[in-house]
């Protein structure tokens, strides 16, 4: 995920961060507007509180402080129907299966997971084919594809055995019995019996700027439904307590799915609003992603059960970001 930040020039009706002719133009009803884009591709959600000088949360209509990224993955349901209209020769039970992709991944763009991208296709000028509908892979196509996923496994499998290694306290410990694990190219037949027209995994991100809190995505992006787990372009308002010690702010959390299978955007932010007031009123110094993981992990006895990388951005009025 990439957070972009910058001022521009421009008049509401002129505001789209999105088109590079708009930034530095001028006008005569606003000057030196803040604008936000956000590039989401992978796990990642991003949860943006901004508040007025007076301590009112400042949402699009007014009603909310809270503007958040939709979920790009398989749970999402317009994502689920985004993948099907690509391979109107797949049948959606073998593709989507436990409501991830092919039993595996909930990932359904990302810079990596290349198993559900290869092989790539070319022309005879070196060019990579990606014509939607995906066409179905050759017998060749289908054993380069095994090739490529048994040296992945095996790569998996020596990196496996290394971290095992590396856990052993001594060499007077008991020989610990590494548990049994089946290799991905084991499974191989299993897995990909329907992996019939590559790719299914994309690195096209969804695209979203804002600006005064109202929110934009661009046109070549797919927009999930708000009424899927965890998206939607607003969630409920803040607490004043929280907002009115923080008025003129504005608190971005960048996180990835491991923070937010755990808890709602809502309590996340409450958190950090409430830590952000209690240290403007002592001076003291705390890292507010350090206090979120631990209000959420730690505190409420959770255990996460993917990786947990959290990102607090503070901003002031001006949009410039705090040292």
């Not at 992945?152 to 060499?171: H, I, K, Q, T, Y």
């Not at 992996?195 to 927009?223: F, I, K, M, R």
Request: net charge negative.
């Amino acid at each position: 995920m990439l957070l972009l930040e910058w001022l521009h020039e421009s008049s509401p009706a002129q505001a789209n961060p999105l088109d590079h002719d708009s930034v530095g133009s001028s006008s005569n009803r606003t000057r030196g507007k803040h604008a936000s884009c956000l590039v989401n591709l992978g796990d990642s959600r991003t949860v943006v509180a901004n508040f007025r000088s007076d301590g009112v949360p400042s949402g699009g209509n007014g009603s909310s402080g809270l503007t958040q990224t939709r979920d790009v993955n398989s749970s999402v349901s317009t994502e689920r129907e985004y993948i099907m209209a690509q391979h109107p020769l797949d049948d959606p039970r073998d593709v989507i299966v436990g409501g991830r992709l092919f039993g595996e991944t909930l990932s359904t763009r990302a810079f990596g997971d290349a198993l559900y991208k290869l092989p790539l296709r070319r022309t005879e000028d070196g060019e990579t084919v990606d014509a939607i509908p995906r066409r179905q892979l050759s017998a060749q196509e289908k054993a380069l594809h095994c090739h490529y996923v048994h040296q992945m496994s095996a790569c998996l499998v020596d990196a496996e055995a290394s971290r095992f290694s590396s856990s052993m306290d001594g060499p007077g410990d008991k020989v610990k019995r590494r548990p049994r694990t089946i290799a991905l190219g084991e499974r191989y037949d299993a897995m990909f019996s329907s992996y019939l027209t590559p790719p299914y995994v994309s690195p096209l991100p969804e695209v979203q700027a804002w600006q005064e809190g109202a929110v934009e995505s661009s046109e070549d992006a797919v927009q999930p439904g708000d009424q899927d787990r965890g998206t939607g372009a607003r969630a409920g308002l803040l607490t004043s307590n929280a907002a009115g010690s923080t008025a003129g702010r504005m608190f971005a959390i960048l996180a990835t799915d491991g923070l937010w299978d755990l808890t709602s955007s809502e309590s996340a932010m409450e958190c950090v609003l409430k830590v952000a007031a209690s240290l403007q009123s002592s001076g003291e110094e705390l890292n507010l992603a350090e206090a979120l993981y631990r209000y959420v992990v730690e505190d409420q006895g959770r255990r996460a059960g993917d990786d947990v990388t959290i990102l607090v951005v503070e901003y002031n009025v001006s949009g410039f970001l705090d040292p």
